[in-house]
């Protein structure tokens, strides 16, 4: 029996629907829907116009309708009568392939067929700064090495804790919060679960805090490097396949075969991945950074994993899961488990060997690596190495042309900017 979003209005008292869609770029897009119209939508959805949103979609093109998943309803928090729902997109009676939820699930389908279930956990870090922009939100943070400082954190009590409470109330399991390495920056952890509805969450979550930042007249943001000083906003995912019930990664004290081949996989398609994991011009002044204001940067560089190290790609903290560190605050919610499925499950399908685990500080050490692959230097580069890239072309086969498309596009506007430092370098040649 479905649920009834009408009868479930008028039980929990939700005047207003949103009915949201998270877009190729990762924008929240949405219709704020009253309740009376509520059960029509959830039967054909809201309409949108595609081309409006960063889908690769024309003005000629039919109606898009985003149709809601009841099962991933959300009562905002902070406005109770306000009720927030996931949408999948449709056009012309099917599904829209090159679309991130539609994405996901089809990992999702493919890795079920093989008997597996993904579980994912994400870290989204983000910076509470004024609402201009232009300059962290406390002033009075300014420790070299700020991470865990207990009195800016206590500074942002209020915040942090509406925000937690709201994850509480809404049965996520949050179980810390933290101010992390560099100076504004906040990170907030809830419990592992099933891949889609991580990414639900983090779709949510980001909504939130941004929503709950701008109430107590202050921003948040996720861009991956804000300051270029200062360690930029990570998003790093822990990963775990489950098969019957237990996790398949677990096997003893050591990692399983299966979780081998996934790291395998995720290697192999390293360059390719980081298109989505780092998609902005902007992800890459913090892949490949000098070392910030703090000492690390705590982004990778190399197509490398490890054991409970953070200096690598890859690091497999406990013999239960992994965690992928490649990806920023800027990945979309949705792509980021896709392609990391994706990636992985041809790992596992194909054997992939993840070659020797590299058990040494990949800051101060990294010569040592030998040669291994390094991570794209920027967005050009990686949009090339994803085009390039068969297994995902395979895996997201209408996905990725949109999506390489869309920023080739977006790679092409931000070269027709003239910077400051062009000038100060050039205008005497
Ligand atoms: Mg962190």
Known sequence: MSIDLAAVAREKGIKYFLISYTDLFGSQRAKLVPARAIAEMQKNGAGFAGFATWLDMSPADPDLFAVPDPASLIQVPWKKELGWLAADLWMAGKPVEASPRNALKAQIAKAAALGYQLKSGVECEFFLITPDGNSLSDPADTQTKPCYDEQALMRRYDVITEICDAMIDLGWNPYQNDHEDANGQFEMNWHYDDALLTADRMAFFKFMVKSVAEK???????????????????????????????NAFEAGDDISPVAKNFIGGLLHSAPALAAITNPTVNSYKRINAPRTNSGATWSPNSVTWTGNNRTHMIRVPEPNRLELRLADGAVNPYLLPAVALAAGMDGVVNGRDPGPRMDFNMYTEGEKVGNVPKLPLNLLDAIRALEASPVLAEALPELIPAYTKLKYAEWNDYTRHLTEWERANTLDC
């Open 216 to 246: 107590h007249g202050m921003r948040a943001t996720f861009m991956p490097k804000p300051f270029i000083n200062l360690t930029g906003n990570g998003c790093h995912i822990h990963l775990s396949l489950w098969k019957d019930g237990h």
